[in-house]
């Protein structure tokens, strides 16, 4: 059955395959459609992406660039909705049309090396938004075949410099940051953080990229999480924000830069005018992106941002209703992967120790020390 659905995606290909010049992709036509099929998918509006997909698939035949699309879009909603495996199938399902696809009918660099590597690097970032770090790095191992093309072309297909940006950033942090996993690293090429970092802001500044939000969205991660330039972080991530200010992903991220910063009322304001519209629109919890744009497993994590925003200037009452939610919310999440979750409950246990609460701030912290899928790093002992 296998050989045959392959055969037919062959055949399809025939028909519509594109000759050696110009890369489907970079067709002014199709350009402009995806484009806006990406700004509709950033902006949460699936449903509207997925019929501009269909478009393109009515226009330009099969094509494995509009297969990774599908993919992608898949993607994202696993991050903003981590705890549900609604979309998995659907996500399994693109990633093999797409790999289908360019197995039968595309040579030219963009597609063979660009696209592939991406396909390949979902699977890799799957594991890691469930919280599967080891698991994710030892996936990577698939992409060092398609790497000495990336580098080779990266100067004649802008895209590719946010593969090669972010294979150089994250190969550098984690073997510099985890010494577990430098046997496994020991098999990659050697990376460069701040090279992949000038990379990735070359994606993000160009217009015309297909990666560039993708660019701003790891350039804020990284800068948020992992450099620790809450700046540069709070820049990028401000820029996405008010881009797509439906996006509630992008628009917590910012508000966690503006905390970081110790700019707490205007972070507990950006994400109430997120959790206003989230308590109007879920009059059930938990509500996923399935139903609606508004997931509950991102309320959890706003409702804890406001509730450390308050710990931090000292209302502790206000801090506690906010957490209360959030463990309202989180008991609906069983899903929810162990590190986010962890994260969670480590900041309200912070506020019961401060509010004299010990008992309780050492039940949570209890429970994280019990589980062992949260990370060593939050099961260490509350700050003062």
Same mark, same amino acid.
């Given at each position: 059955?296998?050989?045959?659905? *392959?055969?037919?995606?062959?055949?399809?290909?025939?028909?519509? #395959?594109?000759?050696?010049?110009?890369?489907?992709?970079?067709?002014?036509?199709?350009?402009?459609?995806?484009?806006?099929?990406?700004?509709?998918?950033?902006?949460?509006?699936?449903?509207?992406?997925?019929?501009?997909?269909?478009?393109?698939?009515?226009?330009?035949?099969?094509?494995?660039?509009?297969?990774?699309?599908?993919?992608?879009? %898949?993607?994202?909603?696993?991050?903003?909705?981590?705890?549900?495996? /609604?979309?998995?199938?659907?996500?399994?399902?693109? #990633?093999?049309?797409?790999?289908?696809?360019?197995?039968?009918?595309?040579?030219?660099?963009?597609?063979?090396?660009?696209?592939?590597?991406?396909?390949?690097?979902?699977?890799?970032?799957?594991?890691?938004?469930?919280?599967?770090?080891?698991?994710?790095? /030892?996936?990577?191992?698939?992409?060092?075949?398609?790497?000495?093309?990336?580098?080779?072309?990266? *100067?004649?297909?802008?895209?590719?410099?946010?593969?090669?940006?972010?294979?150089?950033?994250?190969?550098?942090?984690?073997?510099?940051?985890?010494?577990?996993?430098?046997?496994? #690293?020991?098999?990659?090429?050697?990376?460069? !953080?701040?090279?992949?970092? !000038?990379?990735?802001?070359?994606?993000?500044?160009? $217009?015309?990229?297909?990666?560039?939000?993708?660019?701003?969205?790891?350039?804020?991660?990284?800068?948020?999480?992992?450099?620790?330039?809450?700046?540069?972080?709070?820049? /990028?991530?401000?820029?996405?924000?008010?881009?797509?200010?439906?996006?509630?992903?992008?628009?917590?991220? /910012?508000?966690?830069?503006?905390?970081?910063?110790?700019?707490?009322?205007?972070?507990?304001? *950006?994400?109430?005018?997120?959790?206003?519209?989230? !308590? !109007? $629109?879920? *009059?059930?919890?938990?509500?996923?992106?399935?139903?609606?744009?508004?997931? $509950?497993?991102?309320?959890?994590?706003?409702?804890?941002?406001?509730?450390?925003?308050?710990?931090?200037?000292?209302? %502790?009452?206000?801090?506690?209703?906010?957490?209360?939610?959030?463990?309202?919310?989180?008991?609906?999440?069983?899903?929810?992967?162990?590190?986010?979750?962890?994260? #969670?409950?480590?900041?309200?246990?912070?506020?019961?120790?401060?509010?004299?609460?010990?008992?309780?701030? $050492?039940?949570?912290?209890?429970?994280?020390?019990?589980?062992?899928?949260?990370?060593?790093?939050?099961?260490?002992?509350?700050?003062?």
């Amino acid at each position: 059955m296998g050989s045959l659905r *392959h055969a037919a995606y062959a055949a399809l290909c025939t028909c519509f #395959l594109v000759g050696e010049g110009q890369p489907l992709a970079y067709q002014p036509n199709y350009r402009s459609i995806a484009l806006r099929a990406l700004s509709r998918m950033y902006a949460m509006d699936f449903h509207g992406a997925d019929l501009l997909f269909k478009a393109l698939d009515s226009t330009f035949g099969p094509y494995a660039g509009t297969a990774y699309l599908r993919a992608l879009s %898949y993607s994202w909603r696993i991050e903003i909705d981590p705890a549900t495996t /609604w979309f998995d199938s659907f996500w399994e399902r693109a #990633l093999y049309i797409t790999d289908s696809l360019l197995d039968c009918c595309y040579t030219q660099p963009l597609e063979k090396y660009f696209i592939g590597f991406a396909n390949r690097a979902l699977e890799v970032r799957r594991l890691y938004v469930r919280g599967k770090l080891i698991a994710s790095v /030892w996936k990577a191992r698939e992409l060092l075949s398609l790497l000495e093309g990336i580098r080779k072309y990266a *100067h004649l297909y802008p895209e590719m410099q946010l593969e090669l940006g972010l294979y150089e950033y994250y190969i550098a942090y984690f073997y510099r940051n985890y010494a577990i996993m430098r046997p496994i #690293l020991a098999f990659f090429p050697e990376g460069n !953080e701040s090279q992949g970092l !000038e990379r990735l802001e070359r994606c993000a500044n160009d $217009s015309l990229n297909y990666t560039r939000f993708e660019a701003m969205y790891f350039l804020g991660y990284i800068y948020l999480y992992q450099a620790k330039i809450p700046e540069k972080a709070e820049y /990028w991530l401000r820029k996405l924000s008010t881009k797509f200010p439906e996006n509630p992903l992008f628009r917590r991220m /910012w508000c966690e830069a503006l905390y970081v910063l110790g700019r707490y009322m205007e972070a507990r304001e *950006h994400a109430l005018a997120w959790l206003n519209k989230y !308590e !109007e $629109s879920c *009059h059930m919890p938990p509500c996923h992106l399935v139903y609606d744009r508004y997931p $509950s497993a991102e309320a959890a994590q706003a409702y804890a941002l406001v509730g450390m925003t308050y710990r931090e200037e000292k209302n %502790y009452a206000a801090a506690q209703s906010a957490f209360e939610r959030m463990d309202t919310l989180l008991a609906k999440l069983p899903r929810l992967p162990a590190p986010v979750w962890a994260r #969670l409950t480590r900041e309200a246990a912070l506020l019961e120790k401060r509010m004299g609460k010990s008992e309780a701030a $050492s039940r949570r912290l209890k429970l994280l020390q019990e589980r062992d899928d949260v990370p060593l790093y939050l099961k260490a002992p509350l700050p003062d």
